[in-house]
């Protein structure tokens, strides 16, 4: 299963950006789908994340600021990101949760997470 995220690019402080993140393939169950992001020198950290029955968790840096909110298709995820500041540069990828699917042969694929490729994000001050 592959995540495609897009919607990333650069904004003045103050300013918004929507990412999306869709699926190569729709016929994958997973148990919540979110968004981390990753700045220079510094770990992945985890932004935002929704679960199936739509519990959200966010990241304290962004509460108030950010929305995830799953899409009407199938294992699609958005994230409303408002009141953007210059540290809130980052790429940011999109993940999914205790992935399952099925190859042709039926034969089952677990992982842990599926991850996109990311999305850049530049917030000028």
């Known amino acids: 299963v592959q995540l495609q995220a897009s919607g990333g690019g650069l904004v003045q402080a103050g300013g918004s950006l929507r990412l999306s993140c869709a699926a190569s393939?729709?016929?994958?169950?997973?148990?919540?789908m979110g968004w981390y992001r990753q700045a220079p020198g510094k770990e992945r950290e985890l932004v935002a994340k929704?679960?199936?029955?739509?519990?959200?968790n966010y990241d304290d840096s962004v509460k108030g600021r950010f929305t995830i909110s799953r899409g009407n298709a199938k294992n699609t995820v958005f994230l409303q990101m408002n009141s953007l500041k210059p540290e809130d540069t980052a790429v940011y990828y999109c993940?999914?949760?205790?992935?399952?699917?099925?190859?042709?042969?039926?034969?089952?694929?677990?992982?842990?997470?599926?991850w996109g490729q990311g999305t850049l994000v530049t917030v000028s001050s």
């Open positions: 993940n999914a949760e205790n992935v399952l699917y099925y190859l042709e042969d039926s034969t089952p694929v677990a992982a842990r997470y599926a």
């Open positions: 393939r729709g016929d994958f169950s997973c148990n919540a």
């Open positions: 929704i679960t199936n029955d739509g519990r959200t």
